[in-house]
């Protein structure tokens, strides 16, 4: 009865007080807006097709929508400062349907690479500012939200995926992407109709501007979270390269089918949804070393595994092994939100998040070159080595913020 107390009490405490209806509608933005982008990599070779696209190309293509998704977030992190988290979240799930539109009308690979910038663009906007409400909503409870938030970014990775492989092979590659277009629409709307209205803030002498920026890195390196930053660079260039081209290596090593790729690598967000509520949780209660040392040993063995086992029901064990990873967000994101400032929030975590992001996005278009040279198998066992170095890292860390920032909450 202890855990399902103890469950119990977290869920009242995050839905209390008319909390959970804010939650609830950041959550499903989230969700939808990752499935959109988890959509690529099962797609992939519909494109690599119809556009006649190398390994190397393909990556270069899912590096795109990374990189998009990265650099707008040091943007987005400034207008959550200044300006309402509502509009920023709405205007980037609308810009994301515009987007999407674009690519499916796409007539040449440029256009496509073009469309798919602004639909990483578009999503970019909407992190920093999901953080930074959660937490004003959440101040003692950021790491429990943060997990729930991303685990419904799991949920949506993991049912959309499958979907658009299904309605790729039944009808197009188009059918694929198109049906998300009218959710996106929709949850703009309600995130606009349920999220409390703020008024902008007024520029005034203490404003963060563009110019402050070097202040800013500075006083993120004074309080050592460019460490914690260099940690997030090298998860995200881990992560973004195994997720990149994973549905494409089932079918082209594994010689698993299109669909069982695609179930495959919703099996791998299944387990998130899982994963990273309890990842946050472990940060709440043991702090940032611990819980992030027990989410990345599991990966470690299973990418190593990878390139030698065969079959589907034991490549299944391994994507879930390796699935573990996916509670790392949830404790790097939830740590860095308690240690910078508050006068500082949303830039800062935008500096983080949008260095670690865009150096993070070569990923996929580096592991597509391995790939295209022979070199699949070799190229998840390098995976596996630099995790470890992650782990090795992730050993000089504190366990909470004392000691390193105070973030005010």
């Keep these: 009865m202890t855990v399902i107390d103890g469950i ?47 390994l190397t190309v393909a990556g270069f293509l899912v590096t795109i929508l990374w990189l998009g998704s990265a650099l707008g977030q040091l943007p987005g992190g400034i207008l959550a400062d200044r300006y309402s988290e509502r509009l920023i979240m709405t205007v980037g799930t609308i810009t994301v349907a515009g ?22 663009l578009g999503q970019s906007l909407y992190p920093i500012a999901r953080i930074t409400i959660l937490s004003d909503i959440y101040p003692n409870r950021i790491g429990s939200a943060l997990g729930v938030t991303m685990a419904t970014g799991d949920l949506g990775q993991t049912i959309f995926p499958p979907i658009a492989g299904v309605l ?6 188009q059918a694929g992407l198109g049906f998300l277009i009218p959710l996106l629409l929709l949850v703009g709307i309600v995130l606009w109709v349920v999220l409390p209205a703020q008024p902008p803030t007024e520029p005034d002498a203490d404003s963060i501007s563009v110019g402050d920026l070097p202040s800013i890195v500075a006083r993120l390196r004074r309080e050592n979270l460019l460490f914690v930053a260099f940690i ?10 195994f997720t990149g081209l994973y549905p494409t290596y089932l ?9 069982a790729a695609g179930l495959l690598f919703s099996v791998f967000f299944a387990f998130g949804v899982i994963v990273k509520p309890l990842a946050g949780a472990a940060y709440d209660r043991i702090g940032m070393r ?15 595994l990878l390139p ?13 092994l390796v699935s573990s990873m996916l509670g790392s967000g949830a404790i790097t994101q939830s740590f860095l939100s308690d240690a910078i400032h508050d006068d500082i929030q949303g830039t800062g975590l935008g500096v983080v998040r949008t260095t670690s992001a865009t150096l993070g996005a070569a990923g996929p278009v580096l592991f597509g070159g391995i790939a295209d040279r022979g070199y699949f198998d070799e190229g998840y066992v390098l995976l596996a080595a630099v995790l470890v170095v992650v782990i090795l890292l992730t050993l000089r860390l504190p366990e909470s913020t004392t000691g390193t920032a105070t973030g005010g909450h």
């Design 168 to 173: 790729a092979a039944a009808i197009a590659w």
């Design 251 to 259: 079918v082209d090593q594994k010689g698993l089918s299109s669909s």
């Design 8 to 54: 119990s009490r977290e869920v009242t405490a995050l839905w209390g007080d008319g909390k959970g209806r804010s939650l609830l509608v950041v959550a499903s933005g989230w969700g939808i807006l990752l499935g959109a982008r988890m959509i690529y990599p099962v797609l992939l070779p519909y494109l690599r097709t119809s556009f006649n696209l190398s």
């Design 290 to 304: 611990r819980s992030l040392v027990l989410v990345l040993i599991g990966p470690v063995v299973g990418l190593t």
């Design 99 to 120: 987007a999407l539109v674009g690519v499916l009308i796409a007539p040449t690979a440029l256009l496509l690479f073009a469309a798919t910038a602004v639909v990483g």
């Design 232 to 241: 997030l660079f090298l998860y995200i260039l881990i992560w973004q390269s």
């Design 308 to 320: 030698i086992l065969e079959g589907f029901w034991l490549l299944g064990a391994v994507t879930a």
